[in-house]
């Protein structure tokens, strides 16, 4: 990351902060809408995937899979959910790779930039494999944390074989991360073909320093989704304290895997370039 890239962040981050010190408590979710509603300052908008979620998604077969699924002897398509979509563009990626996939934000102004994308840019995401063609993109606006968009999306199931959180997780204030690891729980579908995919960021940004985005370390993935709906003890600095929950209750996740990415964007590396983000997937025990 440049001096000049680093000080665009650094600013970005103090706008962001003062914008939602007028959005507090259950009026958080509208200064999400406000944002998106004035259009001008997007930071979080690259305007393109993650290079580490194509990655994944093209190199680690192994441990993800593909788009299908064999359930009772038939195969069908995975569904997918990325919950705060921000303009739709992962989405649309994992439509190209054959899922079914769902695009969920709070503001019904991201939803409507969402399908505009989609409609002048859907194009240019080329079907990865032929043979599996490509999935479907929906965008459906809705509050994470309740049941009523669920409704909307069509079918009977209710939980998705894949989920990806890359800016979410941060973007939440922590008051709301026991909630979001117990809502994850209760979305992914079962192991082992479903996987909840999180890109860690910002890994390198204290807690204590607030946000959003609010800093996000492994230790806190960890804590949080090994305890879903539990308070998770913070120390002083904003670091998980050791002396939390001892044993993993009966709806936890556990990480099977845990890599940094060769690529990511900018805003996950260092000044050296060294990519700070963590791709870790998770699954149901």
């Not at 194509?54 to 788009?67: F, K, S």
């Not at 390198?204 to 959003?212: A, E, F, N, R």
């Amino acid at each position: 990351m440049s001096s000049q890239v680093k000080e665009s962040v650094i600013e970005a981050r103090a706008r962001l902060q003062g914008h939602f010190a007028e959005f507090s408590g259950d009026k958080y979710g509208q200064g999400w809408e406000n944002l998106w509603a004035k259009g001008d300052f997007l930071p979080w908008d690259k305007g393109a995937p993650n290079p580490a979620l194509i990655d994944t998604l093209q190199e680690q077969q192994n441990i993800i899979g593909n788009a299908m699924v064999e359930v009772d002897g038939k195969l069908r398509r995975k569904r997918a959910l990325v919950p705060g979509c921000g303009r739709g563009v992962d989405v649309l990626l994992l439509k190209s790779f054959g899922y079914d996939a769902i695009g969920l934000e709070y503001s019904e102004t991201a939803v409507k930039a969402c399908r505009k994308y989609e409609e002048e840019h859907g194009s240019e995401y080329q079907t990865y494999d032929e043979m599996l063609g490509e999935g479907s993109a929906q965008f459906v606006v809705g509050d994470f944390f309740q049941d009523d968009w669920l409704a909307g999306i069509g079918g009977s199931e209710k939980r998705f074989d894949l989920i990806y959180d890359y800016t979410f997780f941060c973007a939440l204030n922590p008051s709301f991360r026991p909630n979001w690891a117990k809502r994850m729980s209760q979305l992914l579908g079962p192991a082992p073909h479903s996987n909840l995919f999180c890109l860690e960021f910002p890994t390198y940004k204290p807690l204590s320093t607030g946000g959003p985005p609010f800093g996000s370390s492994p230790e806190a993935y960890m804590a949080h989704l090994s305890h879903p709906g539990q308070q998770i003890p913070y120390d002083e600095h904003g670091h998980v304290q050791t002396g939390g929950p001892d044993e993993a209750t009966e709806d936890a996740l556990v990480r099977v895997a845990h890599w940094h990415p060769e690529r990511t964007h900018v805003v996950g590396k260092d000044e050296n370039g060294i990519v700070r983000d963590f791709v870790a997937i998770w699954r149901h025990r």
